[in-house]
């Protein structure tokens, strides 16, 4: 007898990583099994943007439970290897995002995590076996996927410096004469169906333990890389109570430490305050930049720089509650899938590879991640701690409930990650704007660095008199990040909602709403 179909809300950064959930969710899957499957999609069909071998956070919230986070970040590489090994990286650097410096190359290679955060949620979570989660992508990766835009955004300025550096990879994004290929061209990537069909048969150790892993060691060692067989056999996804912080009506659980990405929304969302709003005046506007600034400054001063950022983050939360946090400071790439069901279980995981190391090791389809070589995060260099040690990450998967209702949301975009979700929650929670609307919603961002301070603002944004250099986009752009939300509530009625900057994918299901 066939399983019944399960109500499911869900959103995503692909159509077709959605539409594997609703494969899922016709199989009985709930929120947890639509989740895995569509992340697994967009991990492994959005080249550039993200890949299997990179990190991974996952927020889930059960009905009637206390929420947990599931860390699958990337860890520091290295057991076993002599204490004067000097690894060596090339910088490059691109114009995406108004122009970014990163390492590349072997050496640039964390230890990965995502695969044991999937795998460990569909143990603890899941209802269908594991194979089944991955068959939608193994098919679609097995005879070729379209060439999303987002993707094709990003590797029109990362393509040859980051992703020429494998021959199979090179290929499958390049024509024979050598041009980036046409967005929705078709994208073959060599080998990746024979190494996903190996880990839905075999399960994560193969990758871990197994020919995958050996293969990636291989790889990264001839060429002078830190990450050893020992490292991966050692790597354990590891479960944290969630960062749990109540604004208004809702209790919102986020990524707690070592991230970074779950503190910074809490503290934007505790300093913003909950003030009625009409409108994004220039009162509001003006506070919105005030706070980025605040979180964005202490975080670039205390946190980024701190060996153990425990105390930091407390300092910041503690600011942020008693509203003095404004006062003292303000002088490819990632993917999310939130996915929520009728039994008020909440789901949402983004997962990075950074921007990309560009390294696929032969016969495995699976490019690596360039984590160690992230600068703005990884501020203590190829060599940043004792093996094991995870690094800091910007990622905020993030649920939400009050009465009678749960919410999952997320979004990628490096530090813009914070920025997009706090923005998104005043428009949903403050100004009550429909999910869809709140989504769409013209965005800012500040950045700042040890130079300068700049704000990227999308149109539609009136802005006050203000200090800073501006960077002003023709239109809504994926810098500002992709937010996705999923909404149940006790009345049976199901929102997605995909933010259109990342081309994302919504399913509900059965039968709409």
């Not at 995590?113 to 990766?141: F, N």
């Not at 789901?347 to 690596?368: C, D, K, Q, R, V």
């Not at 961002?445 to 603002?457: E, G, P, Q």
């Not at 509530?489 to 990342?502: I, V």
């Amino acid at each position: 007898m066939a399983a019944k179909a399960n109500k499911v809300a869900l959103a995503t950064t692909s159509q077709l990583a959605a539409d594997a959930a609703a494969e899922i969710a016709d199989l009985g899957g709930n929120a947890a099994d639509c989740g895995i499957a569509a992340a697994i999609s967009s991990i492994n069909t959005q080249p550039g943007v993200c890949a299997l071998a990179g990190s991974a956070f996952i927020t889930i919230w059960e009905a009637g439970r206390k929420p947990i986070t599931i860390d699958g970040n990337v860890a520091i590489p290295g057991i076993g290897l002599p204490a004067d090994h000097d690894p060596v990286a090339e910088v490059v650097e691109i114009e995406y995002g108004g122009g970014i410096k990163t390492l590349v190359g072997a050496s640039s290679v964390a230890v990965p995590g995502t695969l044991a955060a999937l795998h460990k949620a569909s143990e603890l979570y899941g209802k269908l076996p594991w194979r089944d989660l991955l068959q939608p992508t193994i098919r679609a990766v097995r005879n070729g996927f379209p060439f999303a835009r987002a993707c094709h955004y990003y590797l029109g300025y990362a393509g040859k410096v980051i992703y020429g550096r494998s021959d199979d990879g090179y290929r499958a994004l390049h024509d024979e004469n050598g041009r980036l290929r046409d967005v929705d061209n078709t994208i073959l990537i060599p080998h990746l169906a024979d190494s996903l069909t190996a880990i839905a048969d075999e399960g994560e150790r193969i990758f871990y333990e197994g020919e995958i892993g050996r293969r990636i060691v291989a790889h990264v060692a001839e060429r002078g890389g830190t990450l050893t067989i020992d490292d991966l056999k050692n790597y354990v996804p590891e479960i944290r109570d969630s960062l749990v912080v109540t604004v208004g009506s809702w209790q919102i659980a986020t990524n707690p430490p070592p991230a970074i990405g779950g503190a910074g929304l809490a503290a934007m969302l505790l300093s913003f305050g909950t003030e009625p709003m009409e409108a994004w005046d220039h009162a509001s506007v003006l506070r919105l930049i005030r706070t980025q600034q605040a979180v964005m400054s202490y975080r670039q001063e205390n946190i980024y720089t701190a060996d153990d950022i425990t105390a930091p983050v407390e300092e910041i939360l503690e600011l942020a509650k008693s509203q003095t946090l404004l006062s003292r400071w303000s002088s490819g790439s990632t993917v999310h899938t939130s996915s929520v069901d009728r039994n008020g279980l909440a789901f949402s995981i983004t997962a990075s590879s950074g921007y990309g190391s560009g390294e696929m090791p032969g016969n495995t389809g699976i490019w690596l991640n360039n984590c160690l070589g992230e600068i703005e995060l990884n501020r203590s260099g190829l060599l940043a701690g004792p093996p094991g040690k995870r690094l800091p990450s910007n990622m905020a998967p993030s649920a939400l409930r009050r009465e009678n209702c749960v919410l999952a949301i997320g979004s990628p975009g490096a530090d813009r990650i914070t920025t997009a979700l706090h923005q998104f929650l005043v428009n949903f929670v403050q100004l009550d704007l429909d999910l869809n609307d709140a989504v769409t919603h013209s965005r800012m961002h500040l950045k700042i660095d040890d130079a300068s301070s700049n704000l990227a603002v999308e149109p539609g944004i009136d802005l006050p008199d203000i200090e800073f250099q501006i960077t002003r986009y023709p239109e809504p752009n994926m810098y500002f990040g992709g937010v996705v939300a999923a909404l149940a509530d006790t009345s049976g009625k199901f929102q997605a909602a995909a933010d259109p900057r990342r081309e994302g994918g919504t399913y509900i299901g059965p039968n709409g709403h």
